[in-house]
């Protein structure tokens, strides 16, 4: 498993913010699964959860309409840029709308 940040994340993320997904990328061992890293509000009342998405499976995943559950929130998220090729995680911010 490695852990790989999608090309912007990479050259904007702070060192504290890198420091504590590297952490958190340890903890993992399902098939796919994720880790929460934060959890905040928007403007629009929307819920902003980064959450650290692991595949420890040997195909790519996508967010082709994918069901995800946080706590009591859910959605379903089609997300073209969130491929994730096999033994990699890769940090991302769901937004679950009210």
Known sequence: ???????????????????LIEQIFEYCNKDVCYTHIRTAMNHKNE???TLLVHNTTDYTIT??????RFGDLEGIFTIPKLTIPPYTSMPWTFIFKS
Do not use: A
């Open 47 to 49: 819920q902003l959860v």
């Open 63 to 68: 967010f082709q309409e994918r069901f995800v």
């Open 1 to 19: 498993m490695k852990l790989l940040f999608e090309q912007t994340w990479d050259r904007t993320i702070s060192h504290q913010d890198r420091t």
